[in-house]
Nanobody, 116 residues
């Protein structure tokens, strides 16, 4: 059974930082591109950042220079370091695992709220 379990969300003031973690089980983690998506109320889910098997990263323009995605294949975990947070970063953040030969897998989400 595949599980993606996110943690690290919470409340933070503008300019603050949070680090999200996603622990994966039931997959060969190193075979997957891992991603973070977010969904704000009334909006579509959008890609925040992704990291490939070969550690190639890509970011949404809105978070470039503020967020950093990384992975630890030994720990089957992907991270999202979020700095200089803004109120518009408020959303539920979801972990995603995808590969060409498998379906997409999603975590349950973790809430990030940036308030002043």
């Amino acid at each position: 059974q595949v599980q993606l379990v996110e943690s690290g969300g919470g409340l933070v003031q503008p300019g603050g930082s949070l680090r999200l973690s996603c622990a994966a089980s039931g997959i060969i983690f190193s075979d997957y591109t891992m991603g973070w998506y977010r969904q704000a109320p009334g909006k579509q889910r959008e890609l925040v950042a992704a990291i490939t098997r070969g550690d190639i990263t890509n970011y949404a323009d809105l978070v470039k220079g503020r967020f950093t995605i990384s992975r630890d294949n030994a720990e089957n975990t992907v991270y999202l370091q979020m700095n200089s947070l803004k109120p518009e970063d408020t959303a539920v953040y979801y972990c995603n695992a995808r590969s060409k030969l498998s379906p997409n897998y999603w975590g349950q989400g973790t809430q990030v709220t940036v308030f002043s």
